[in-house]
């Protein structure tokens, strides 16, 4: 089964302070997303990763920057965390594109609370 | 740009009821279209999805059939449980699938015995 796990279940933060969330996926993935939970909102795309070093934009990612090293890692940043970012956040992995590639597996989730 | 449209809950039904959630979408070319389940306390899981017009995608009694003429991918179930209460997201990839999911809002489902 893949598995893709996070750092944290739950984080309290302050306005201000930089936050990282690390995400690992444990089947070779190609690629690897991030997403926001917002209730009535639902999911959206903050940033993604087709390849080691590679990032593109989603649909909202002012105030966040990502990082991946590695293949099996990838991590989401808040430079300077404000309290509108405080939010459920969801890394996802995939094979890769096209056809069965493109199905997507969800870790469980960091709850950020930003005070 | 790609949109999914589900809606609303929450939807409130007895045990035993049959279940539908509407989903219909908005998209270039031809996506691949998932629903996901969302339990309590959990991340998101695959449910179920269908990767051209006119599949079924079929798990754990439900269902869903992809429209392509009604741009439409509505979940069903003939009888649900107190189990299947949850959220259902409604979900489109489009072109080869490197991007991210569309999402629909989610759907708020409580089954009571």
């Known amino acids: 089964d893949v598995k893709v796990t996070q750092s944290s279940r739950y984080l309290v933060k302050r306005t201000g302070e930089k936050v990282f969330l690390e995400c690992v996926q444990d089947?070779?993935?190609?690629?690897m997303f991030w997403y926001r939970q917002d209730p009535g909102l639902g999911l959206r795309l903050i940033y993604f990763s087709y390849d080691v070093k590679m990032k593109e934009k989603g649909d909202i990612p002012e105030g966040y920057s990502v990082s991946r090293e590695k293949k099996e890692r990838f991590s989401l940043i808040l430079e300077s965390a404000s309290t509108n970012q405080t939010s459920m956040y969801l890394c996802?992995?995939?094979?890769?594109?096209?056809?069965?590639?493109?199905?997507?597996?969800f870790g469980p989730g960091t709850r950020l609370t930003v005070l | 740009g790609d949109s999914v449209t589900q809606m609303e809950g929450p939807v409130t039904l007895s045990e035993e009821a049959f279940l539908t959630i509407n989903c219909t979408y908005t998209?270039?070319?031809?996506?691949?279209l998932f629903w996901y389940v969302q339990y309590p306390g959990e991340g998101l899981q695959l449910l179920l999805k269908a990767t051209k017009a006119d599949d079924k995608g079929s798990n754990k009694g439900f269902e869903a059939t992809y429209r392509k003429e009604t741009t439409s991918f509505h979940l069903e179930k003939g009888s649900v449980q107190v189990s299947d209460s949850a959220v259902y997201f409604c979900?489109?990839?489009?072109?080869?699938?490197?991007?991210?999911?569309?999402f629909g809002k989610g759907t708020h489902l409580i089954i009571q015995p």
């Open positions: 979900a489109l990839i489009s072109g080869g699938g490197a991007d991210g999911l569309t």
């Open positions: 089947m070779d993935h190609e690629n």
């Open positions: 996802a992995s995939s094979l890769g594109a096209g056809g069965n590639r493109n199905e997507q597996f």
């Open positions: 998209a270039t070319g031809y996506p691949s």
